[in-house]
């Protein structure tokens, strides 16, 4: 990236909007011009991003405020000093991010965010190319998200029981890379929490730091008198107030080296551990959509099946009636029987299905889903471990499609109804209902099919790409670290030897 593509966050602003609610913007400043956006700005376009481009790695951002800030300040959470720093940096570190990627920079999205003339990014998510963004990214392609498909409203929705055991050999070829990148998320989770306590320490002892250098001033000074009243010189009084300076200077040291620390090691860690979260949630889309098409395909045979089923009674019944009509030519009483037979009303009744009932049950099994997803990643009580914002919504009201047309949830309903029980009406009617749903699932089929293809491939080289990046990236860290403990100690080395 040239050193002119660069991204800055200059300044923040606080301002009130008529419900007295202050809102804080950032002031970004780049080849485009100066914006100012909100951090609910940000976190649209990531969402935005995130359906328009699927199978790639959109970077994280810090998250909202925690439920911990809010219970603390519940005043002045908004208006935090540090975490309006954290953030001020953090959001900057994402908008560089994006465009280090060919495929972030150049899109219209991120052109259109750092615009100058888009004043209000609100108004220009009620635009295309917003607007005609997927409500799911599960019920879309991920090859053209911006040309829907009328089939992809038929997907089916996978239930929560087949999630957690669901396995495949396709699955198994990405296995070791979800194993390598939750096992860095448990290493740089315990390492974050570390850095914390680290923080914590060093700031306890600047604090000592501090009492210490302020108790040395003053015993010199009083000292200094003593000696002037006394009309002598102490030797001891130098070493004292030399003792003082290298104490003050360890002090300012120390305070260099928590800055350095937190933006060259913690934050860094924070957004590293962030992006393993990323990959984690790619690996999971992926296996969610295999599973789609497992599922799909369940649902064709089982179809298929009935089906014939229903063919083959058909065809025994048609012959059952031709042998009766045969023998009812020979023997009244068997034309008598057939007569009163047909005189009775069905005993049968059609089975009624309630679209409703089954909402629930998917969003009981979306649900699922997501808390599935939710348990494999490491939880950590950081307020900006940036985690609950960069991961795939995976409730049924994002996730899934809410099938409101009846002829599509009879499509994927369980039919309850025994075939032997069924009047020849309507066997005819559901099989002529099967055969035009067969029609449309084995067009699904074969788009998911490729979606599923598509999918793994382009997820296969992301993974590959970034874990070698997450490799150098942490080697880089534990140098960046390693460099400024050394010129740490340096430093205080030096104002020792000066100072005694």
């Not at 990405?174 to 060093?202: C, Q, W």
């Not at 003593?226 to 030797?235: F, P, W």
Request: with cysteine; hydrophobic share 35%; proline share 5%.
């Amino acid at each position: 990236m040239d050193q002119d593509d660069t991204i800055f966050i200059i300044t923040t602003e606080t301002f009130r909007d008529i419900k007295r609610q202050s809102t804080v913007y950032y002031t970004i400043r780049s080849k485009y011009g100066i914006v100012k956006r909100r951090y609910t700005d940000f976190y649209s376009l990531r969402k935005c991003l995130c359906k328009m481009y699927p199978t790639k790695p959109v970077p994280p951002i810090p998250e909202k405020h925690s439920f911990k800030k809010l219970i603390s300040k519940p005043l002045s959470y908004k208006n935090d000093p540090a975490t309006i720093n954290l953030r001020t940096r953090l959001l900057g570190s994402f908008l560089n991010n994006l465009t280090q990627e060919l495929v972030f920079r150049e899109s219209i999205m991120v052109i259109r965010f750092l615009d100058p003339d888009e004043r209000n990014w609100a108004e220009a998510l009620k635009t295309p190319p917003f607007t005609s963004l997927p409500q799911s990214i599960f019920l879309s392609s991920p090859r053209s998200p911006l040309q829907p498909n009328p089939y992809h409203s038929y997907f089916p929705i996978p239930p929560l029981s087949l999630v957690k055991n669901f396995d495949s050999p396709l699955n198994q070829e990405f296995r070791p890379s979800e194993l390598f990148f939750r096992r860095i998320l448990k290493y740089l989770t315990h390492l974050h929490k570390l850095n914390k306590h680290f923080e914590n320490d060093l700031h306890r002892y600047n604090k000592q730091l501090v009492g210490l250098g302020g108790s040395l001033n003053i015993f010199s000074l009083i000292d200094t008198t003593i000696s002037k009243s006394n009309g002598t010189t102490l030797d001891e009084n130098n070493s004292i107030e030399g003792v003082g300076q290298s104490v003050d200077s360890s002090f300012i040291n120390l305070e260099r080296f928590i800055l350095h620390f937190v933006a060259n090691f913690k934050e860094p860690i924070m957004e590293l551990r962030s992006f393993c979260m990323v990959i984690i949630n790619l690996l999971q889309y992926r296996k969610l959509k295999e599973l789609q098409l497992c599922y799909l395909k369940r649902i064709i045979v089982k179809k298929q099946t009935r089906t014939q089923r229903l063919l083959d009674i058909e065809r025994l019944s048609q012959k059952l009636d031709i042998a009766l009509q045969q023998g009812a030519s020979q023997s009244p009483t068997i034309a008598n029987a057939i007569r009163n037979l047909e005189a009775q009303p069905s005993v049968y009744q059609s089975v009624y299905f309630d679209p409703k009932s089954y909402a629930d049950d998917e969003d009981s099994s979306a649900e699922g889903v997501n808390n599935l997803v939710a348990s494999d990643i490491v939880d950590d009580e950081d307020n900006y471990s940036m985690s609950d914002n960069n991961s795939i919504n995976l409730n049924s009201s994002a996730l899934f499609h809410e099938y409101k047309d009846q002829r599509v949830w009879n499509m994927f309903s369980k039919v309850t109804k025994n075939i032997q029980a069924m009047t020849p009406l309507e066997r005819s009617l559901e099989i002529q209902a099967n055969c035009r749903d067969l029609q449309k699932l084995v067009h699904c089929f074969q788009l998911l099919n490729d979606d599923v293809t598509f999918v793994s491939i382009e997820i296969e080289k992301s993974t590959l790409r970034e874990r070698q990046y997450v490799k150098d990236r942490f080697l880089e860290l534990l140098e960046n670290f390693k460099m400024i403990l050394c010129i740490y100690s340096r430093s205080n080395q030096i104002a020792w030897e000066n100072g005694i």
